[in-house]
């Protein structure tokens, strides 16, 4: 394959394939959701004929996944992705449903803890009440970190980018890059030598 000079191009480490850098990576999640994952119960007054219901999912992370599968079709479920806290006390039944929607939902044990559950208790107005069970637990910013490994940057100069002029710019950008790889030539062009 031949690259053009001033063609940027994104190598996928893991398959060795380059896509041009206006495509997305093909594993790049088209919804990736931060809201939570809550396992609710829903109580009725007794009056209204209606059996408590248990384990039923909630939680708006909960549904910008299913919303997002739904409008994704089965072709890009693996592309919504979310990374549902779980706990201790997880039922299997609640996890196997999750499953059915074959998304790309990240579970995320913690033996130590609860899974977050709340409860939605209905009055005699049918009014709502919802109450948390047990401690929340969100995902935080941090918790992105530690989700998913870095991704390697690779930056191959294009040789017309190889000048004394752009030296800032580099040393601005070498920072976040992993690999850099200028042969001989290029790298005496960015130095001015």
């Known amino acids: 394959m ?8 994104i190598l996928n480490l893991s398959t060795g394939a380059t896509y041009p850098q206006e495509l997305s990576h093909p594993q790049d999640p088209i919804l990736a959701s931060l ?3 809550i396992v609710d119960d829903n109580e009725y007054p007794a009056s209204s004929g ?11 992370g909960t549904y910008a996944v299913l919303g997002g599968r739904i409008v994704s079709g089965i072709s890009k479920a693996r592309l919504i992705t979310s990374v549902f806290d779980i706990g201790n006390d997880f039922a299997p039944s609640v996890k196997e449903e999750i499953e059915t929607w074959k998304t790309g939902v990240a579970f995320r044990k913690d033996e130590n803890r609860k899974t977050t559950r709340g409860v939605n208790v209905y009055d005699e ?4 009440h919802f ?8 995902v935080e910013a941090e918790d992105l970190d530690s989700s998913r490994p ?14 004394s002029e752009n030296y800032e710019e580099l040393i601005r950008v070498l920072p976040k890059v992993d690999v850099f790889t200028p042969n001989l030539n290029e790298a005496a062009e960015f130095a001015g030598v």
């Open 35 to 37: 809201g939570m994952f």
């Open 50 to 60: 209606r059996p408590n219901e248990y384990d039923i999912l909630g939680g708006g």
């Open 2 to 9: 031949t690259i053009a000079d001033d063609e940027v191009r």
């Open 131 to 138: 109450y948390y069970k047990t401690d929340k637990k969100r």
């Open 125 to 128: 107005n049918d009014v709502r």
């Open 150 to 163: 870095r991704p390697k940057f690779i930056f191959e100069p294009s040789p017309n980018a190889c000048t």
